[in-house]
């Protein structure tokens, strides 16, 4: 470990700043930015860069991708299908910091994303569909006509 730490005289253990240190070192490690605390009254509040979680599933007929993206407005997403390449953007912005608020942690993430995901092959990028609704993002990817399995009969003589 290269990195120097400043000691402190033990007054009384806290269980709870421990985490925190512990948090902010993964973070670092996984190359994200900690979430600010107000641990330290210097410390300014930073705000973590995101992008939202999502789930990819397949069934018969299409890919289901879900994307978990709480408190924005369908009009802030966009979707954009570019040389067999989905790609979701938007923003989801800062509330206002009301003057008589205190806030003692911000831990969600603001600002903009972008996920990007090369389709497969067997789908049809020309006839996707979305929707928005209760924080998740639905797109619904249907395969190409073509990659349907086709059953064929075969008579014996």
Avoid: Q
């Avoid at 600002?111 to 067997?122: A, H, I, K, V, W």
Wanted: net charge negative; aromatic share 8%; no cysteine.
């Amino acid at each position: 470990m290269t990195a120097l730490t400043r000691w402190e005289p033990m007054m009384r253990w806290n269980p709870f700043k421990e985490m925190e240190e512990m948090e902010k070192r993964l973070s670092s490690f996984f190359g994200r930015v900690p979430v600010g605390t107000n641990g330290d009254k210097n410390e300014a509040i930073t705000v973590a860069e995101w992008s939202p979680l999502v789930d990819i599933s397949e069934d018969d007929k299409e890919y289901l991708i879900k994307a978990e993206i709480p408190e924005m407005k369908k009009e802030d997403i966009k979707l954009n299908i570019h040389d067999d390449v989905l790609t979701i953007t938007g923003e989801r912005k800062y509330e206002k910091e009301e003057k008589n608020k205190k806030y003692h942690r911000v831990e969600r993430a603001y600002g903009s994303f972008m996920r990007s995901f090369t389709l497969p092959e067997d789908a049809d990028g020309s006839k996707v569909g979305a929707e928005y609704k209760d924080g998740v993002l639905k797109v619904h990817l249907p395969k190409s006509e073509k990659a349907k399995p086709k059953a064929i009969e075969v008579k014996v003589a």
